[in-house]
């Protein structure tokens, strides 16, 4: 009895522990995020420019010590990104300089959450549709509605397609009249689809709002523009919110478990 009475109490003071003491998680690194990593300080050691060309993928996969297909998926990573240009029969190139692979570094930390960064595409995005509603071009309105077309035609099947809307969104910082927006918005957005959004098609809901912004635009009228977009981007942080939720509750239980 004595004896049960013990690791009963044990039992109780390791939930006891779990509880009021949280541990950090240990977090498994992709190799191909090392393998990325290893590439970026190479070209950040070697200061080498836009233009210079990296060693094959025969030579890196020797270097690094690790499988062509790990290196290839690491490789697609970094052309993401831009940082790398991949042409086909010719070899690796840079896409961009080492100084501003330190600046993309920065921007990549995980320390920045999706609705931080959600908050800076809210400013950047309602300041470009007022300014595509005031300054958009019939070719411009063309390029957008064609786009916006694209992904009304997937919405029945249930398909997200990312690029295209990354491709819609950019039409209209095109469209605002001012050339550092798009810049600025390319450089937002591939941070944003490098998050992990816990499902697939994760903001397949936001696709019927992406209607009335074009149609304010078309009717420049920056105010309903604006409107519209800040109720697209409301739809967008109901669902991070629902996610983030979801996966405090998975951690929980996995604790308790």
Not at 21 to 32: A, G, N, R, V
Not at 82 to 93: A, N, R, S, Y
Not at 152 to 172: G, T, V
Not at 228 to 254: C, D, N, V
Request: include cysteine; charged fraction near 30%; proline fraction near 3%.
């Amino acid at each position: 009895m004595a004896l049960l009475k013990h690791f009963s109490f044990i039992k109780f003071y390791d939930i006891f522990l779990m509880t009021m003491l949280e541990l950090s998680k240990i977090k498994k690194i992709k190799l191909t995020v090392e393998i990325a990593k290893a590439v970026k300080d190479f070209i950040k050691k070697n200061q080498l420019k836009k233009g210079a060309k990296l060693p094959s993928e025969r030579a890196l996969t020797e270097q690094l010590g690790v499988g062509r297909s790990s290196l290839r998926e690491a490789l697609k990573s970094l052309e993401a990104l831009d940082l790398i240009e991949i042409i086909p029969g010719k070899g690796i190139f840079i896409a961009m300089d080492d100084t501003n692979i330190d600046y993309l570094d920065i921007i990549n930390s995980k320390k920045i959450t999706l609705l931080e960064l959600l908050q800076v595409r809210e400013l950047l995005e309602c300041y470009s549709v007022k300014m595509a509603a005031v300054n958009a071009t019939d070719k411009q309105l063309k390029k957008i509605e064609s786009k916006l077309k694209f992904l009304e035609d997937l919405y029945p099947l249930r398909i997200e397609s990312r690029k295209e809307d990354m491709i819609f969104h950019q039409a209209i910082h095109e469209a605002s009249g001012n050339p550092l927006l798009p810049v600025l918005f390319k450089t937002i957005y591939k941070l944003w689809i490098s998050y992990d959004f816990g499902k697939e098609n994760a903001f397949l809901e936001t696709i019927p709002f992406h209607r009335p912004i074009f149609e304010s635009i078309c009717k420049h009228n920056a105010k309903k523009s604006v409107k519209a977009i800040r109720e697209m981007l409301k739809i967008t942080k109901k669902i991070i919110l629902a996610q983030k939720k979801k996966r405090i509750k998975l951690s929980h239980k996995e604790i308790h478990d």
